[in-house]
């Protein structure tokens, strides 16, 4: 059966930044090195969504730790340390909260489906180990 690209990523087969850079290099255009400047911005310059505010966000997702979120998840235990000490990158925290507010979204959803038909959809989400 075909893997998935999510699960190669999982499974460690990412193409290194070195390789993926020279390959992204043979398509370049003038137009790119805005992409990048803000790209390097973000990572060296624009705070960072600190630990403890990370946590808090995990938290409200659920988790009682980064720890917990991450392997959840998928992450590297590695992966999910460093977060859990030094925070997160301003993509990565945006991405987070992003998905902070669908899950919130998708909560207000469900409770007023179940206002309405009466039919509960929390247990279908626990059962199929749905976030």
Sequence with gaps: M????????????MV?????FA?????????????MLERVHSHVVKPRMSAEELLE?????????VEAFGDKIGLEPRTSESWARYGLSRDAAQLLLALLNYRQRLLA???????????????????????
Aim: glycine share 6%; aromatic share 8%.
């Design 2 to 13: 075909a893997r998935t690209r999510i699960e190669e990523i999982r499974e460690g087969s």
């Design 16 to 20: 290194s930044n070195l390789g993926q």
């Design 23 to 35: 390959q992204n290099s043979l398509q370049f255009r003038p137009s790119d090195v805005r992409l």
């Design 57 to 65: 966000v995990v938290q409200r997702l659920g988790f009682a730790t």
């Design 109 to 131: 959803a469900m409770d007023d489906f179940e206002k309405t038909t009466q039919i509960p959809l929390d247990g279908f989400f626990e059962d199929q180990q749905l976030p």
